[in-house]
């Protein structure tokens, strides 16, 4: 069973700052990555999605990499701005036919002005 | 393109109650998921369905929650007696494909508190 865990669960930084969120997985035979935004008392707005034959994904400012061996993914923020401030989630789909998504917790992101 | 549609976006009852939620996925999609997201947590699959058919309601606690999509196309989400912890955002979410490379849009959710 894919089990996915975020840390920090809360980061708090100053305006201008670049900054990594990670996600870390258990079972490394993954389809793809998917991360998430999550603004407070909304639905969740699809950031980035890496397929398994990729490495990193890019879109603005936000660049995620995926590292399928480690069980790992990072989403880097870069020139954060209070805008940016949200919970950031990652999923990702079982390996078992039923195309279900596996979330972490989210690491509440706030930026300063 | 329109996103997708979800109503009501809040709804507060007292427990033993029941609640209704709607979802219109994004035209086209022919899959279908209702999450469950508790406070603090990532969503949690309720239910998955594949035009009007369910391919997955494993954690689908069946004796008071069930769901359908009538016509492959609109779906609600009852629960039926509401319990205390049955509070949480409701996500619904569509896909194009079922293939594991597709990529989900997820509605804005319907909150529901149970006093």
């Known amino acids: 069973k894919q089990e996915v865990t975020q840390i920090p669960a809360a980061l708090s930084v100053p305006e201008g700052e670049n900054l990594v969120l990670n996600c870390s997985f258990t079972?490394?035979?993954?389809?793809?990555l998917q991360w998430f935004r999550q603004d407070p008392g909304k639905g969740l707005t699809s950031l980035l999605l890496i397929q398994s034959s990729q490495r990193e994904q890019t879109s603005g400012r936000l660049n995620a990499s995926l590292d399928k061996s480690s069980g790992r993914s990072t989403l880097y923020i870069a020139a954060s701005q209070p805008g940016d401030s949200a919970t950031y989630l990652c999923?990702?789909?079982?390996?078992?036919?039923?195309?279900?998504?596996?979330f972490g917790s989210g690491t509440q992101l706030t930026v300063l002005p | 393109e329109a996103g997708v549609a979800q109503s009501p976006r809040y709804k507060i009852i007292e427990k033993r109650q029941s609640v209704a939620f709607w979802c219109n996925p994004i035209?086209?999609?022919?899959?279908l998921y209702w999450y469950q997201q508790i406070l603090g947590q990532g969503p949690k699959l309720l239910i998955q369905?594949?035009?009007?058919?369910?391919?997955?309601d494993s954690q689908l606690p069946k004796d008071r929650f069930s769901a359908e999509r009538l016509k492959g196309v609109d779906s609600t989400l009852k629960i039926q007696p509401a319990k205390l912890e049955d509070s949480a955002v409701y996500l619904c979410?569509?896909?194009?494909?079922?293939?594991?490379?597709?990529?989900?849009?997820f509605g804005e959710g319907s909150r529901l508190t149970v006093l």
């Open positions: 979410a569509s896909s194009s494909t079922t293939a594991h490379t597709g990529e989900l849009f």
């Open positions: 079972d490394s035979a993954i389809y793809n």
């Open positions: 369905f594949q035009n009007n058919g369910v391919v997955d």
């Open positions: 035209s086209g999609h022919a899959t």
């Open positions: 999923a990702l789909p079982s390996t078992g036919s039923a195309r279900q998504l596996t």
